[in-house]
């Protein structure tokens, strides 16, 4: 959807922390409906503070960070409500079951008129066992986890999803199930926005990919022009340079 208007935008966003380091430099970026952009950087380049400035859980130094036209620092509760956020440490409350998490949560995003049977749907959708469905959370493995922060996700029915190394410390068969959910969520046109380390199923998911290096946006590329490249080599050659130029806005 080239042409639709951005769910996702940051325009000029920048973070410079009080004890000066700047997390974040001038970052353009934008997400559309039935787009999966994939963020790669290490530790340290920027990815996590640009999830956490569309959050609102910081504010720009400069910049702003829009969604669905919202300025996230303006309005942060009215944008809120067209996002879903999945971490790479989901936070759920240990002695409730999964059902209970699930409940909690999405009427906590405003969906109140959900049933036991739409709770049980997203469960299953996400690939959740039956078993686990009424099993305290404290009990769960990461995996496990994963899967129902993910449901929580599915039930709000926003927009545009957020998730910060959403793949980290899965098993390859959970990692599978997880793109497969990604997927899905494009064919019913969420923008979502991906901050990851795994270059194979960045490669393989995303349709833009952007890598981060000190706070910048150094490359951008689509899946069309990554399809005959070595995203890896890629990769290593932009964490390797020393003068790695920002991607033109």
Known sequence: MENAKPILKADGLTKRYEDGVLALDHLNLEVRPGEIYCLLGANGAGKTTTINLFLGFIPP????????????ARDPLEAKKYVS?????????????????????????????????DYYKAMGRVSLQEKAFDQRVKNFSKGMRQKLGIAIAVVKDAPAVLL??????LDPKAAAEFLEIM??????????????HDIFRAKEIGDRVGIMREGRLVMERTRAELQNEDLNRIYIDYMESEAAAPAAA
Do not use: H, W
């Open 183 to 196: 997927a899905e969520l494009r064919k019913e046109g969420k923008a979502v926005l991906m901050s990851t």
């Open 164 to 169: 910060d190394e959403p793949t980290s410390g």
């Open 85 to 117: 956020f999945v971490s790479e440490n989901v936070m759920l409350y240990g002695n409730f079951t999964a059902r209970q998490n699930l409940d909690f949560f999405a009427k906590l995003g405003g969906k109140t008129a959900l049933t036991k049977a």
């Open 61 to 72: 130094t400069e910049g702003a960070c829009l969604i669905n036209g919202i300025d996230v």
